[in-house]
């Protein structure tokens, strides 16, 4: 087994060969989910606690539902009402935890580096549910999982990340996953709404949408994050659209099978078209959310594994 990580942080430390074997092993589960009876029992008698920091829907069910269907106890915890409100330290949280013996605790922080140093004071696996503007590793690998499966391969296809590269945890993530994949990488956006190390990731930089879409193979479209601004990077969420969202006229200087993803929730009529997000000849955005469930299977799955070295079978 090609898996040496005893948490996922982020995609950064993580080998090619270890992507693969996550990814294939995402696949099985893809197989289960799609199964009447869609549950294992691989995390049977493991506990998962979930603790997100900053409000979820999908990724937050998605590992909910990741873990009860693998058989694991699964307890969400309501941090916005937790003792953390009441001043007690991130540290003091994870030591508190750390004494009712989890084996999994997936953590989204509104900090970047925060999962990182809950990782270090904890004896459990520890998976990255997002953390500031660091990384967001499960959504890199359920998006290249939605790609190998659509296109039949993850290596050396043209692909465009288009939006809030800025703030966007998601695009770091998938900068680091694709580019280890040998992928020729785009980045179209407004210079507002690029970092300024852009220069480190040996990626091709437009501010023209149409330039920046010719003949590639997957268009990736990003939130606006909003939430993370405190100034006037756009002049207008109308002109804004009229620049970089995504609509049938821009899509066309794309490859004529190219791909459409977005990791939500969507800005519709800001980000993307409506009657796009939803074609489902082009659109892979719900294949996303399906490959989400089986990829944060397969993560805990590894993980359980690397730290217990006992052999599991996944369908049972």
């Known amino acids: 087994m090609n898996w040496r990580a005893k948490h996922l942080l982020g995609i950064e430390h993580l080998g090619p060969d270890e992507i693969t074997t996550l990814l294939d092993l995402a696949d099985q589960y893809v197989t289960l989910n799609r199964q009447p009876n869609k549950h294992s029992d691989v995390l049977a008698g493991l506990t998962q606690i979930n603790m997100f920091f900053e409000n979820s829907t999908r990724t937050q069910a998605s590992f909910e539902l990741a873990g009860k269907r693998l058989g694991a106890d699964v307890m969400n915890m309501a941090m916005q009402a937790s003792s953390v409100k009441k001043g007690e330290t991130l540290i003091d949280t994870a030591m508190t935890l750390n004494a009712m013996h989890p084996d999994l605790l997936v953590v989204r922080h509104p900090h970047s580096g925060a999962v990182n140093l809950l990782a ?33 391969r993850l290596h050396r296809l043209n692909i465009a990340i288009c939006g809030d590269i800025a703030h966007s945890r998601v695009a770091r993530s998938n900068l680091l996953l694709l580019g280890k994949m040998e992928n020729r ?76 993803m ?38 805990m799955d590894l993980l359980a594994r690397s730290r217990t070295a006992t052999p599991r079978e996944v369908l049972t």
């Open 185 to 260: 990488i785009r980045l179209i956006g407004p210079s507002t709404l690029m970092p300024s190390q852009i220069g480190e990731f040996g990626v091709e930089v437009y501010d023209d949408m149409r330039q920046g879409l010719q003949g590639v193979d997957v268009v990736m479209m990003l939130r606006l994050q909003k939430e993370r601004m405190d100034g006037g990077f756009i002049p207008s969420e109308r002109e804004y659209y009229h620049r970089y969202g995504l609509d049938a006229a821009k899509l066309s200087y794309a490859a004529a099978d190219a791909i459409v």
């Open 262 to 299: 977005h990791p939500g929730p969507m800005n519709r009529g800001v980000e993307i078209d409506g009657t796009l997000a939803d074609d489902i000849n082009r659109s892979v955005i719900q294949e996303q959310v399906e490959m989400g469930v089986a990829v944060r299977m397969a993560a």
């Open 120 to 152: 270090e004071k904890v004896n459990c696996a520890v998976l990255n549910a997002g953390d500031g503007k660091h990384e967001h590793p499960t959504q890199a690998l359920l998006d290249a999982l939605t790609i190998r499966r659509a296109k039949g």
